[in-house]
C-alpha cells in the first residue's frame, strides 16, 4: 500500500505537470513542469522525502526498461529512418555530447559556489 500512495503522489504531481503544460503558452515539456513542482515540493518540505523515495527508488531502477517502446519504434520505422541513419547518429552523439558538457559546467559552478558559501557562511 505504502508504494501506491507513493506512485499516486507521483502521478498527482505528473498530472499537474500536464494541466500547466495545457494552461500556460511556454515551450515547456509537461514533465519539466512536473519536476520543477516536485523539486520545489520536496525542497520545502510540503512533501516529505519518505513520502516519495522507495517508488521513486523502484523507478529509476526499472528506467531501462521504459526505453523498450521507443527501441521497438525505431525498429518498426527503420524503412522511414534508414537513408538518414548517419545524420540521425551525428545529431544524437553531438547532442549527447553537448549535455553531459553543459551538466558538467553546471555542477561545476554549483560545486564552487556551494563550497565558496560554506568558507563565508
Known amino acids: 500500500m505504502k508504494y501506491l500512495k507513493q506512485f499516486l503522489i507521483i502521478l498527482a504531481i505528473s498530472f499537474i505537470g500536464e494541466v500547466l503544460h495545457e494552461l500556460l503558452p511556454l515551450p515547456v515539456p509537461a514533465s519539466i513542469y512536473g519536476i520543477l513542482i516536485l523539486f520545489f515540493l520536496l525542497k520545502t518540505e510540503l512533501i516529505p522525502l519518505s513520502s516519495v523515495r522507495d517508488t521513486a527508488r ?40 553537448i549535455v553531459m558538457a553543459v551538466s558538467g559546467l553546471v555542477t561545476q559552478a554549483v560545486l564552487r559556489r556551494g563550497k565558496g558559501g560554506k568558507r563565508h557562511g
Open 58 to 97: 523502484f523507478l529509476v531502477e526499472i528506467m531501462l526498461v521504459m526505453f523498450i517502446p521507443a527501441a521497438v519504434g525505431i525498429m518498426d520505422s527503420w524503412g522511414i529512418i534508414a537513408p538518414s541513419w548517419l545524420k540521425y547518429l551525428i545529431m544524437t552523439v553531438g547532442s549527447t555530447v
